[in-house]
């Protein structure tokens, strides 16, 4: 199993940016049922949630609910994470994550700054 994260960059406050993450080595069945999704780690060092499915579910850090929207192509096996209203606090690296078949897979990271 693999994960390839892609789509970050730099981007203007307030802008827009959409990254996306491609899924190889696991069945469609198992790649829309898995618990999946994005965390960010800032300057401060930490990883942290931003964006998850759990199964159907979506879970939202609270500092970018109704900003950023995770979604997921089953055809394509790709996550989404869609970021819209972005600040310069967004500046951080993100990774894709997934659990397949009873193992934790990540990607390597993609980094998105915001800055004018």
């Known amino acids: 199993v693999q994960l390839q994260a892609s789509g970050g960059g730099l981007v203007q406050p307030g802008g827009p940016l959409r990254l996306s993450c491609s899924v190889t080595g696991v069945i469609t069945s198992v790649f829309n049922s898995a618990d999946a999704g994005w965390y960010r780690q800032g300057p401060g060092g930490q990883r942290d949630l931003v964006a998850t499915f759990s199964g159907r579910a979506t879970n939202y850090a609270d500092s970018v609910k109704g900003r950023f929207t995770i979604s997921r192509d089953s055809a394509r096996k790709r996550l989404y994470l869609q970021m819209n209203s972005l600040k310069p606090e967004d500046t951080a690296v993100y990774y894709c994550?997934?659990?397949?078949?009873?193992?934790?897979?990540w990607g390597q990271g993609t980094l998105v700054t915001v800055s004018s």
């Open positions: 994550h997934g659990n397949y078949a009873g193992y934790t897979y």
